[in-house]
């Protein structure tokens, strides 16, 4: 539940609470600007796309994010004020630095879990097959320069940005198990 409520606080509540903050500013400027046009970019993840496993409580959160991103969307259709989401697969940062030690805590802990074994090879897997940041910086700024943005840039692989577009036409009975099958190899 700690877990859950971090991710949460970092990945859902502490994006909603700027984006709060910032809108009414916003809202003044496009008022005083006659038509001056805003843009909330909200780094979101394929995550929040499709929940994956090992990652549920980051997924539930990044999910969360794309529902309150809709719901912007819109209560400003009218604001002149675009909501965008940017959805990058794995990026090569730290964090799997720091996951490293959370999934060494978690097979301290759970020596009987079923999933001891798919938590170091999904994670050892997922760092090799990293973007660089560098291209998603770029995505970001075509978002914010762009005369004509989309509301959701999804960022990956060609693999990742497949399962995304078939998602929705794959039946569960065949999705989980090839997703399953991908963190057990």
Known sequence: MDNLRLQFETNFFGLLGFTKKVLPLMMIQRDVGAGVEGRVVNVSSLAGLISLP??????AAKHALEAISDALRMELWDKNIQIITINPGSIETNIYD??????????????HSRFIGSYSKYFIKRNSASLKPSVVANVICNAISSPNPKQKYVVGST?????????????????YPLIAKQIRQ
């Open 159 to 175: 693999k990742e940005k497949l399962a995304v577009r078939l998602r929705p036409f794959i039946p569960d009975s065949l999705f």
């Open 98 to 111: 720091i996951l490293k030690t959370k999934v060494d805590n978690i097979i301290a802990n759970n020596k």
């Open 54 to 59: 090992l990652i549920g409580a980051y997924s």
